[in-house]
Every structure is written in C-alpha cells, then in structure tokens.
C-alpha cells in the first residue's frame, strides 16, 4: 500500500516535470500535436467523400463512422501519452545493455521505464485529436449523453487504455527472450487501425482476432456501439478484458524480468 | 554522361549496404502495408454492397481492389528519404563536401537513394504482391498496360524527388523540416490518390486535385495500369501531363538549390 501510493506521489512529480519540458520544447509539441490533427482530418475527408457515395455504409452513416474514427483515438493516445517508451523496450535496451538501469533504482521497474517518457507530446496531439472529432461529430448527431452515460464512456475510454498498454507490454516483453520485438511490436499494433471502422465490415475471422485475440474491438467499437446505439452484448466484458490483459502482460513482464536478471546482465 | 553515371553508380553502391541492413523495417513496412490494404478492401466491399450502383465515381469493386494495391505499391517507389539525405547534409554540415565533388550535387542524392526505392520494391512490394494477388485471387490489370505503366511510374519517381528534394532544401531556412514533411505528406496522401481515388474529389478539392501536381505521382499511372483512359490521345496526353510536371519541377528544385548554395556562400560556408 505505501509503495502505491509512494508512486503514486512520483507520478504526480514527474508528470509535472513532463509537462513542463513538453513547454520548453513547444515546436516539438505543437508540431507533434498538430501532426495528428491533421492525420486524422485527411481521414475524415476521405471518409466524408466515400459517403457522398452511399448514405449508409453497413448500418452506419457518415457522422457514426466519424465518431467511432474519433473515439478509436482518445484510448490510444491515452496510452500513447504514458507508455511511449516500451517502444524503446522492443527496439533497443536489451539488445544495448541499457535496461539494467531500471533495476537499480529503489523504483518498480516498469513504473521507471515508463515514466521517462510520461507526456509524450504526440500523444497529447492523439488525444486532443481524437477527442476533437469525437466531440465534432456528437454535435453533428446531436448526441445527448447522460451523465451516467458520460461516466461510463470515462471508464470505457480507460479501460481502451489499459488494453493498449497490456499489448504493447506483452510484445515489448518478449525482448526479453529475443533481444528485439520490435517488428512484432510494430506489426500487432498496427493491427489497431482496424478499429477505426466499425467491425461490421471486416470478415469473421478478423473480428474474432480482434475481439478475442487481439482484443483492440474493446477499445473502439464495443464502446461506441454502446453509446450511439445502447447495444449492451459486450460491454460489460470490456472491464474483464482490460483486466485479464493487464494481469497477463504483467506476468509476461515479470517472467521476462526473471529471465533477464538471471542472465546476469 | 558516362562519367556522371559511373559517379552516379557509386553513390548507389555506398547506399546499397546501408539500405540492406534495415530489414526490421521492410518487414514492418509489409505487415503496416497489408494492413492498410486489407482495411481498404474490406471498407469499399461494403460500400459498394450498400450501394445501388455497381459503379462509383467510374470504378467498379474489381479495379476499386486492383487500384488499392497498385496505389500501396506505386507509394513505395516513391519514399526515397531524399528530405532526410538532404537536411541531414545541411545540418551536419557535409554539404560544403558535397558540393565540391566532381558530380552535380542532385544527382548524386538520386542515385543515392535509389537502392531504397529497390529494396522498397523487393522487400516490402513483393511480400505484399505474394500475400494479397496469390491467395486472395485479386482481379489482375490487363497486361498490355505494363509498359505505358512503367513509363509513367518512372516520371513519378522523378516527380517525387524532386519534391523531397525541395523539402530537403528547406533545412537552409529552417532548424527542423519535421513541420513541414508532416504537413507534405497529409497533402501528397490525399491528393495523389492515395486515400482514395481522385474522380471522387468534386468542387472546390476537384478543382484543387486537377491542378496540383501530385495527381501525377499516383492517380495517373494507377490509371494506366487499370487502363482507365479514353484512347491513345488521352494516355500521350496523361504522359505529357507527368512530363511536363517533371520539368517544372526539377527546375524549381535547381532554382531553389542555387538560392540555397548562395546563401551558403555568402555565410562563408
């Protein structure tokens, strides 16, 4: 309990510390920022050009599709904006001989690795991106959310989170045992930008994947599918899902530890 | 021209090595690349299922699919990296050395990075190839397109250099392109044809995709691959169309080097 809270208290201190290097270096910041506005925006242009096409697409319409685009991003900059540097995991500190660092601190390990890159500017710009064309497109559906409602997509959007986290941390481990995961990293997180259409259009086996497997449809489409249209069939599995995942990843991680330590590295 | 091609030639070498070493990054190129092909196919699928008409914008499903993966393919030809090369001779300063080789200073950054257009297209083109035509039994273009299409794709790679090549440039003026390559790329993805074919641009963006050049570096020779063109004049005049594009261009880029080399040379560099 005191080591929660001790962290806790470290969170609180080096985000400020984040926060206040994010403004030192503004450019970056805004230039990150600004870089996923305007990702985003070519993607709702080309949207809004292929529903000129055709009103519905699979039971969606255009200002759904924009939503669901604009939600898919909000848990992943979430997760974006705190666990940055398990990329640096898979890419380089085993294979460099920089990950002892992290043991020697009286600091959770992973809490450390983390938290050099807490306030990662590009996922501030993910974020405020995301959470933009969300809101752009409620108030095109005149979308009327009740505050339990509201609580609920908070703790959806959380829960998104936590399961980005959990994949990223299940492949970052793996360096553990291969030195570098980053191809693998890479190329199972990619697999999250299925999610920023709805699930309706894919074949059943990638919804399986993605579902069940892969779980990134917790991140988007269960959730949007709740609050756009009240369906309840999965939603009350996201928390599980982000749970169960975190829980193995965690085990991965410790595992991974385990066998780095006993390397004698 | 011998003698700048044998110097040429051995640019292409020095980058040759370097290039193979990345291979961590053709392989995630190819999986991010058949993701992004396989979310667009599955996204028009079911356009055109909800849609009255067989035909959009004058495409059908079959060359809708064909025109995705010919237009993934045709964007990896033309990521030569040259802004980088480029920016990062100004910054570290190589470009004093640079200049003073006995070979125009453009010339050796095309040859330069040409084995990453190659190795692009062995390492990450092929793969896809293999992984969505074979098992997937995509509808193939005509084959009597492939020369016209070759030509075409050739004058894109020149377009595309000399418009990173500009971007490159820019590092004389500024501390960072990172800004400015951000905001090329969102306006090349768009308005080449990448996100989605151009006949579906209408107003104001149609207008705006007529008239920018990079309609040139994908729409055009997709295009022609999918033989999508009313006759021999319309495909001469879609060549001419590239060619003339290419000229202007390159032009621009050498004006703009010659300003940027002044500037060097009045700071003393």
């Known amino acids: 309990m005191h080591e929660a809270l001790r962290h806790l208290g470290l969170t609180w201190f080096l985000g400020a510390v984040y926060l206040r290097r994010l403004m030192e270096y503004r450019a970056d910041f805004l230039i990150g920022t600004v870089s996923f506005f305007v990702a985003v925006s070519v993607q709702a242009l080309t949207i809004s050009m292929v529903f000129r096409q055709v009103p519905v697409?699979?039971?969606?319409?255009?200002?759904?599709?924009?939503f669901l685009l604009g939600f898919s991003l909000i848990p992943r900059g979430l997760d974006h904006l705190f666990t940055d540097n398990l990329w640096e995991l898979g890419r380089k500190f085993v294979q460099r001989g920089e990950f002892f660092k992290y043991l020697i601190r009286p600091v959770d390990p992973l809490f450390y690795l983390i938290s050099e890159r807490f306030f990662y500017p590009e996922g501030l710009g993910q974020l405020l991106a995301g959470i933009s064309i969300t809101g752009y497109a409620a108030m095109m559906l005149d979308l009327h959310l009740s505050v339990p409602k509201l609580a609920a997509a908070a703790g959806l959007v959380i829960c998104g989170a936590m399961i980005y986290?959990?994949?990223?941390?299940?492949f970052a481990s793996l360096a553990f045992w291969t030195v570098v995961s980053l191809p693998a990293m890479a190329a199972v997180y990619e697999l999250s930008s299925f999610v920023k259409y709805p699930l309706d259009i894919y074949s059943g086996a990638v919804r399986l994947l993605l579902t069940w497997v892969i779980p990134f449809a917790f991140t988007a489409y269960v959730p949007v599918t709740y609050l756009l249209f009240?369906?309840?069939?999965?939603?009350?599995w996201t928390p599980l899902v982000a749970v169960i995942s975190l829980a193995i990843a965690l085990t991965i991680w410790r595992k991974g530890l385990a066998v780095y330590e006993a390397t004698g590295s | 021209m011998i003698g700048t091609l044998r110097r040429g030639w051995a640019f292409f070498q020095a980058n040759l090595q370097t290039v193979a070493t990345y291979r961590m990054n053709f392989l995630m190129m190819a999986a991010a690349g058949l993701i992004a092909i396989a979310i667009q196919v599955s996204l028009w699928r079911a356009v055109f299922a909800g849609s009255p008409s067989p035909v959009l914008a004058g495409f059908t499903l079959d060359?809708?699919?064909t025109y995705i993966l010919t237009a993934s393919l045709i964007a990896l030809l033309l990521n030569h990296r040259v802004e980088h090369e480029v920016a990062a001779d100004i910054m570290r300063g190589d470009i004093v050395t640079a200049m003073v080789r006995p070979i125009d200073y453009q010339v050796q950054k095309f040859f330069f990075?040409?084995?990453?257009?190659?190795a692009n297209l062995a390492f990450v083109g092929v793969p896809i190839i293999a992984l969505?035509?074979?098992?997937?039994?995509?509808?193939?273009?005509?084959?009597?397109?492939?020369?016209l299409f070759l030509v075409s794709v050739s004058l894109s790679i020149g377009i595309a250099f000399a418009i990173d090549f500009m971007i490159g440039c820019a590092a004389f003026w500024t501390a960072s392109i990172w800004g400015l390559q951000v905001c090329k790329s969102a306006i090349v993805f768009l308005?080449?044809?990448?996100?989605?074919p151009l006949s579906f641009f209408d107003g104001l963006l149609g207008a705006l995709a007529q008239a920018l050049p990079f309609r040139s570096l994908v729409y055009i020779p997709a295009c022609i691959l999918l033989g999508k063109y009313g006759g021999a004049a319309d495909v001469t005049w879609l060549l001419a169309q590239q060619c003339a594009w290419l000229l202007v261009l390159l032009l621009l880029s050498r004006v703009l080097w010659r300003a940027a080399a002044m500037r060097l040379e009045v700071q003393g560099g």
Request: no cysteine.
């Open chain 2, 132 to 147: 969505t035509v074979l098992p997937f039994d995509m509808p193939l273009p005509p084959a009597r397109n492939v020369p």
């Open chain 2, 113 to 118: 990075g040409l084995p990453l257009v190659l």
């Open chain 2, 63 to 65: 060359e809708m699919t």
């Open chain 1, 165 to 170: 986290m959990a994949i990223k941390l299940v």
């Open chain 2, 191 to 196: 308005f080449s044809g990448q996100a989605i």
């Open chain 1, 230 to 236: 009240d369906r309840t069939d999965l939603i009350f």
């Open chain 1, 57 to 66: 697409v699979q039971g969606w319409r255009y200002e759904e599709v924009l």
